[in-house]
């Protein structure tokens, strides 16, 4: 039976989980790859630091050089950061040894460059637990490449993110409350900017988008917002249009590049990815021939990201490795239809209350005649404001911007996900709230 010697870097939540797994499905893993796996070292911070994992005190190590001294097959980054995360995973390439990473940060940066590292080397790379935790989308994708052609990818990515809006919702509690509780329960870091502001989602579609349109062809568009300006009310009147929001991450086939973007965007409730709640994580991938799939899961967590981690070393054990699409994005024949784009937009606007009914009356007039083709619209009152959501298709954004400001009106834009509103871009039949 071949040993495969293991270095981890980095022993925090992902690190245990992954000796954990190894530790308690040590004999399953030997039967079913024929391997035997024995962690060599893992480098830490602070070796005098209490463990969740029962390791011997001479496995762990500060010194990234008692790491090469000791040989490894396979280095497994699980200590996340660009640097000196970066250079560590470089000479650990340079040295021969396969890479496992869950860190998505370094991956969304430098993809590209470990791939063309790791091809020279002839080495594994493999990254699964960096997007969407214990899912197997990033394996998915990989297999997917050989004939199909991905047309676009969409993500609820961010779990932190998903709780918060779920819970905005069914408790119809504001984002600031939210969020506390969440940091109470241990869904959202101290520091929450990564995951509210959209970064981390960003980074797992980038990763996404380099797997399944190439590492050489670069993002035509990209751009990324995040749940801090979603409002309850927001979320309470979209919901009566019949449209759930998420932070959805969206890679899509945009004739000869593609375009990345995250933020806050509505889903009809008849849409798979609504039924997607609290820290769930789903990807929702359109390939050209096989037609859409939906993947779902946890996306964080020791062991759910540590089982990600282990499958991944498996790979490497049976010598697979993920691979770049190939092909250089471009026009190409499509077996499956694309689905009609919407063009649709919704928009929400806030109106203080010491601004007069006809301020909304005239909103309201603007919307149904000249803002755009009219899909749905509706309104809310509290004791502070009003509010009108509207989804839109063919409406001029900076058109709709210098309207709101002409009545003191308060303006968010969302994106809509919905192909049935193409179909329905032609007659207005919609009755205004007055
Ligand atoms: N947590 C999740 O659910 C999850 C899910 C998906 C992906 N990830 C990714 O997995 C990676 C690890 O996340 P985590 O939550 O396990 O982090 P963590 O709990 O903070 O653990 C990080 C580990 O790395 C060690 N470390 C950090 N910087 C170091 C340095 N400069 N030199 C030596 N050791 C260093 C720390 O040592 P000490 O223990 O001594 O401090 C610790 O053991 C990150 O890339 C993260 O984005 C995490």
Known sequence: MKKWKIALLGLGTVGSGVVTILQTHGERIRKQSGAELEVVGALVRNPAKPRKVQIGRDVLTTDIQTIWEREPDIVIDVMGGLDPTLGYIEEAISRKCHVVSANKEMLAAYGPHLHRLADEQNVSLLYEASVGGGIPILNALSQLLHA????????????????????????????????????????????????????????????????????????????????????????????????????????????????????????????????????YNAVFVTGDIVGDLLFTGKGAGALPTGSAVVEDVLQ???????????????????????????????????????????????????????????????????????????????????????????????????????????????????????
């Open 148 to 279: 199909n052609r991905i047309t676009h990818v969409y993500g609820i990515l961010n779990g932190t993110t998903n709780y918060i809006l779920t819970k905005m919702e069914e408790e119809n509690l504001a984002y600031e409350e939210v969020l506390a509780r969440a940091q109470e329960l241990g869904f959202a870091e101290a520091d929450p900017t990564a995951d509210v502001e959209g970064y981390d989602a960003f980074n797992k579609i980038r990763i996404i988008g380099h797997l399944c349109f190439g590492g050489k062809t670069q993002p035509l568009a990209s751009e990324r917002e995040g749940i801090i300006s979603v409002t309850s009310e927001e979320i309470e009147l979209y919901g009566k249009l019949g449209y759930r929001v998420k932070l959805l991450a969206v890679a899509e086939r945009q004739g000869n590049s593609y375009s990345l973007r995250v933020g806050p965007t509505l889903v009809p409730h008849s849409h798979q990815l609504a039924g997607v709640k609290d820290e």
């Open 316 to 434: 490497v054990v049976s010598g697979r490795t993920f691979a770049l699409e190939q092909e250089e994005v471009g026009t190409q024949t499509v077996v499956h239809e694309e689905a009609e784009a919407s063009g649709a937009i919704a928009a929400f606007f806030t109106l203080p209350r010491r601004e007069t009914d006809s301020a909304k009356i005239r909103l309201l007039s603007f919307l149904s005649s000249e803002a755009g083709f009219l899909h749905a619209v509706d309104t809310l009152e509290t004791g502070d404001a009003s509010y009108i959501a509207a989804i839109l298709s063919g409406a001029d954004v900076q058109v709709l911007q210098a309207f709101a400001k002409h009545v003191n009106a308060v303006l968010h834009l969302r994106a809509v996900l919905d192909d049935r509103l193409a179909h329905a871009f032609r007659e207005a039949d919609v009755t205004l709230p007055i």
